[in-house]
Nanobody, 117 residues
Framework: QVQLVESGGGLVQPGGSLRLSCVVS????????MGWYRQAPGKLRELVAG???????NYADSIKGRFTISRDNAKNAVYLQMNSLKPGNAAVYYC???????????WGQGTHVTVSS
């Protein structure tokens, strides 16, 4: 049974930073391409950033230059460093393994990010 456990969310003021973490268990993590997704209230879940098993990254246009995705295969973990946060970045953030446009596993509980003064 694969488990995805996200953490690191919280309340931050506009312009602030957060670092999200996701630990994957039950799968051979180094071969996975991973992505960070988010879902804001009333909106569909969307891909924010992805990283291949070789370390190649891609980002949604709206967060380019502010967010950085990284991974640590020794820790079975993927991270999302979020800087210069805006109120529009508020959402529940999830990680998952990518398979083209699909995801491989059931979603975890996610981690809530609130951006407010």
């Amino acid at each position: 049974q694969v488990q995805l456990v996200e953490s690191g969310g919280g309340l931050v003021q506009p312009g602030g930073s957060l670092r999200l973490s996701c630990v994957v268990s039950g799968s051979f993590f180094p071969i996975l391409s991973m992505g960070w997704y988010r879902q804001a209230p009333g909106k569909l879940r969307e891909l924010v950033a992805g990283i291949t098993n070789g370390g190649r990254t891609n980002y949604a246009d709206s967060i380019k230059g502010r967010f950085t995705i990284s991974r640590d295969n020794a820790k079975n973990a993927v991270y999302l460093q979020m800087n210069s946060l805006k109120p529009g970045n508020a959402a529940v953030y999830y990680c998952n393994a990518q398979n083209g446009y699909n995801v491989l596993y059931s979603w975890g509980q996610g981690t809530h990010v609130t951006v407010s003064s």
